[in-house]
């Protein structure tokens, strides 16, 4: 499982990363049922100029309808906000797997609360390329308006 | 106030109306500020495939980047769920307008507790577009998947 955890992981990491080379906020997200990719995303509000956008958000619209998501992980390189929390619980996705919390908290005691499983990997990956995109120039008043902080 | 809450609730309304002769669910949502409208949406899960587009999300990915939410209101036709609800946290939204609460609850206490002015119109038309909607065949099970219901 670890392994596993660490290969989506990666694969949430390389989304973060494009978001970075396209001028975005690199965070990534990927959606996995019984071991495959459904689908992977990264935050694109910049891109899009979409303030709903967030990596989760992106990953879970390019999934598509799906029936259900009671057999699913969500891998993300940072922890979720509380737009994406409420989406997992309202989804029903039973797994969900940090990369990091550091550069972002999120609220992972309010989603174990709820019943979802989640796993902290504290990736240090994770954490370096949020600190490099937040240590250039301007892109912490971008991410202070990605999380709605005044 | 009320005068102004009707006004807000009936284009939120025409939303749901024009999403339901899109073939959509009918739920529509407006965000307002000093009296005026920024952005009106409706849920387009069905017509555009994308499981995030509930009428709130596509109301706030319409308004566009904004700097702040906290001079705004939420309108929106039908009780918030879980995902738009965590948006409207996120976001930091101080007051949202509900027009029913009867054909999916939401969580209404759960804004309250967070510090979020919630008004209930409790508005029989609101109600009437989803009964409509729910009684024609096939549209009960589009309904349960909108909401993640297995």
Redesign the interface.
């Known amino acids: 499982m670890k392994d596993a955890d660490q290969r989506f992981m990666a694969l949430a990491l390389a989304e973060a990363e494009q978001g970075m080379a396209d001028g975005g906020l690199p965070i990534g997200a990927v959606l996995v049922r019984n071991g495959e990719v459904v689908a992977a995303g990264h935050n694109q ?1 910049v891109q899009h ?5 967030h990596g989760e ?1 992106d990953c ?2 390019k ?8 057999d699913t992980v969500l891998y993300t390189t940072l922890s979720p ?7 997992i ?4 996705i039973p797994r969900v797997v940090i990369g990091e919390a550091e550069n972002f908290e999120g609220d992972i005691p309010f989603l174990r609360e709820r019943g979802v499983e989640v796993t902290l990997m504290d990736d240090e990956d994770c954490k370096d390329v949020m600190r490099r995109f937040l240590a250039r120039p301007g892109n912490l008043e971008l991410w202070h ?1 990605d ?2 902080e ?1």
Chains 1, 2 share one sequence.
């Open positions: 509000r100029g979409d303030p709903i956008a958000m879970l619209r999934a598509g309808r799906q029936r259900s998501y009671r906000c509380m737009m994406c929390s409420g989406t619980l309202q989804f029903g308006e999380i709605a005044d």
